[in-house]
């Protein structure tokens, strides 16, 4: 069983939909949880950044962190073309490699929003 | 410069070539890292660094070497490229290896034939 899990999608909404990504994990030691958006051949860049369990706002983008149940989503409100992206979960806090910490990444949910 | 680049933008490449991966950055960051990413199999760890003088192994270090002279470069080195190391390679950095948040170049594309 892999850390993270991530459906792949594809996903693909309407514009001006509320968009749901999510992703479980099975380490119980992940404090960090972040979410990066990933546009087609370019580089991750970082979205969301969350401590613990709660929520998170920014702008249209909720981040939202359940430790309980091992599982985390960010939503998306008012979609927009323009979040057409890869979106990826990434967690840490769970193992040290040789003092670093080690950030583990989801598979990467492809989204596409239809104007 | 502004944040990472990354060199070159693609390749393709014979394979048992060498070839070296370049990675450059000027926000002054200790910690950097070498990724690659692959459909199906996410982001994964090649090596990284904590700080100019070390590095360290991540998940699939074997057939990859790295170095780190200074705090600007961290170089990726395929000393004999095999098909299988078709990828497209991201370099990251973070303040230190004890933040979690970390920035990503543009990513290089190889192929080895």
């Known amino acids: 069983q892999k850390e993270v899990e991530q459906d792949p999608g594809p996903l693909s909404v309407p514009e001006g939909a509320i968009v749901s990504l999510n992703c479980t994990y099975s380490?119980?030691?992940?404090?960090?949880f972040m979410w990066y958006r990933q546009y087609s051949r370019k580089g991750p860049e970082l979205l969301m950044y969350?401590?613990?369990?709660g929520n998170k706002e920014d702008g249209r983008f909720t981040a939202q962190v359940d430790k309980s149940s091992k599982y985390i989503s960010l939503f998306i409100r008012d979609s927009q073309p323009s979040d057409s992206a890869t979106y990826l979960c990434?967690?840490?806090?769970?193992?040290?490699?040789?003092?670093?910490?080690?950030?583990?990444f989801g598979q990467g949910t492809r989204l596409t929003i239809n104007p | 410069i502004a944040g990472i680049t990354q060199a070159p933008t693609s390749q393709i490449l014979a394979a048992g070539r060498r070839m070296t991966l370049r990675c450059t950055q000027d926000?002054?960051?200790?910690?950097m890292y070498w990724y690659r990413q692959d459909l199906g199999l996410g982001l994964r760890l090649i090596h990284y660094?904590?700080?100019?003088?070390?590095?360290g192994k991540g998940e699939v270090p074997d057939g990859y070497s790295v170095s780190r002279a200074n705090t600007d470069d961290f170089p990726l080195t395929l000393a004999s490229a095999v098909p299988s190391q078709t990828s497209v390679y991201f370099c990251?950095?973070?303040?230190?290896?004890?933040?979690?948040?970390?920035?990503f170049g543009p990513g290089t594309r190889l192929t080895v034939l």
């Open positions: 660094s904590n700080t100019a003088g070390t590095t």
């Open positions: 380490n119980s030691a992940f404090q960090y």
């Open positions: 926000m002054r960051h200790n910690a």
């Open positions: 990434a967690m840490s806090g769970g193992s040290i490699i040789q003092g670093a910490q080690k950030l583990v």
């Open positions: 969350t401590y613990s369990s």
């Open positions: 990251a950095t973070s303040l230190d290896t004890s933040t979690d948040t970390q920035y």
